[in-house]
Nanobody, 127 residues
Framework: QVQLVESGGRLVQAGDSLRLSCAAS????????MGWFRQAPGKEREFVAA????????YYADSVKGRFTISRDNAKNTVYLQMNSLKSLDTALYYC????????????????????WGQGTQVTVSS
């Protein structure tokens, strides 16, 4: 399995931008599709975005489409989540996750499809 460590979360104002990073170690990073999820207090964990192994295919939740961008740098074993036009509803603990298997055009969007998880990084958006 791959080990994941998220960073970049902090307190920001509504309308601000923020970039989260997730550094991977262990087995070959480029063999995993990667995803970002988030969990707000009192709510279930929800899918945010996913990217395939090469970075050529991405998928987003409707709630973040057009505002968030997922990307990866396989040479740096890192996946990113660029978040623009942040809203108070984006406040949550953000997790990155790795999914083994041949995900390419169709990407994993359910928690159970992912094999490894980070500990999360807190994003708080103040209005």
């Amino acid at each position: 399995q791959v080990q994941l460590v998220e960073s970049g979360g902090r307190l920001v104002q509504a309308g601000d931008s923020l970039r989260l990073s997730c550094a991977a170690s262990g087995r070959a990073f480029s063999s995993y599709a990667m995803g970002w999820f988030r969990q707000a207090p009192g709510k279930e964990r929800e899918f945010v975005a996913a990217i395939n192994r090469s970075g050529g295919s991405t998928y987003y939740a409707d709630s973040v489409k057009g505002r968030f961008t997922i990307s990866r740098d396989n040479a740096k074993n890192t996946v990113y989540l660029q978040m623009n036009s942040l809203k108070s509803l984006d406040t949550a603990l953000y997790y990155c996750a790795a999914a083994g298997g041949s995900w390419n055009i169709i990407l994993p969007t359910r928690s159970g499809q992912y094999d490894s998880w980070g500990q999360g990084t807190q994003v708080t958006v103040s209005s």
